[in-house]
């Protein structure tokens, strides 16, 4: 079945600081990948977004890279803020874009302090 | 953007009482709306669709009977926790697509939280 691994929270960051959350995924044939992040006392919301491989999905100073070779999709931000703390999910939606069904991740709680 | 509501955002209830969630989308038509549940420090958790008009699809392992999904409108679906117990106690959160959106790419409400004494 498909499943989605990202790395173990919680991370903290000085304000400034280089952000990378590894995410890696299993999944049969190309799946969409997505960055989802809560924002505290909100929904989920999407970040970015990459529908096949080699497609670099980047909204807000984050960036992630369709690889297919590694199964991963990594997010990273160069300069963090304040403002990006929050908890962050790396999902998948299956091949087929009629399925509309999304695996998620454990989700990673970001704290960036001033 | 589009908005997805939920209501309660939190909820307390007794062993053996029954609980409504609602999920409202507030300013668009959701023909389908999706209830995750989620654990602490584990992923949400997809537990049934909840189609306009019809039946609810739920997913393996979920007890259709224990948790009741009705989708009466296009801006609403409500979810009913029955006989609730401590073991139901967790994070709920509905989401919605709005037609036209692309693929994977949902509107999610802000989550209720249950707890079962």
């Known amino acids: 079945g498909n499943s989605v691994t990202q790395m173990e929270g919680p991370v903290t960051l000085s304000e400034e600081a280089f952000l990378t959350i590894n995410c890696t995924y299993t999944?049969?044939?190309?799946?969409?990948l997505f960055w989802y992040v809560q924002y505290p006392g909100e929904g989920l919301q999407l970040l970015l977004k990459?529908?096949?491989?080699?497609d670099k999905g980047s909204n807000k100073g984050f960036e992630a890279t369709y690889r297919k070779e590694t199964t991963s999709f990594h997010l990273e931000k160069g300069s963090v803020q304040v403002s990006d703390s929050a908890v962050y999910f790396c999902?998948?939606?299956?091949?087929?874009?009629?399925?509309?069904?999304?695996?998620f991740g454990k989700g990673t709680l970001l704290t960036v302090n001033p | 953007g589009a908005v997805v509501s939920q209501h309660p955002s939190r909820v307390i209830c007794k062993s053996g009482t029954s609980v409504k969630i609602e999920c409202r989308s507030l300013?668009?038509?959701?023909?389908?709306m999706f209830w995750y549940r989620q654990f602490p420090k584990k992923s949400l958790m997809l537990m049934a669709t909840?189609?306009?008009?019809?039946?609810?699809?739920?997913e393996q392992g979920v007890e259709k009977d224990k948790f009741l999904i009705n989708h009466a409108s296009l801006t609403l679906s409500t979810l009913t926790v029955t006989s609730a117990h401590p073991e139901d106690s967790s994070f709920y959160i509905c989401?919605?697509?709005?037609?036209?959106?692309?693929?994977?790419?949902?509107?999610f409400g802000e989550g209720s939280r249950l707890t079962v004494l």
């Open positions: 989401s919605a697509r709005e037609p036209g959106q692309g693929i994977g790419e949902l509107f």
């Open positions: 999944a049969t044939g190309y799946p969409s």
């Open positions: 990459a529908t096949k491989a080699d």
């Open positions: 999902a998948l939606s299956p091949l087929g874009g009629s399925n509309y069904k999304l695996t």
């Open positions: 300013d668009f038509q959701a023909t389908t």
């Open positions: 909840s189609n306009e008009g019809s039946k609810a699809t739920y």
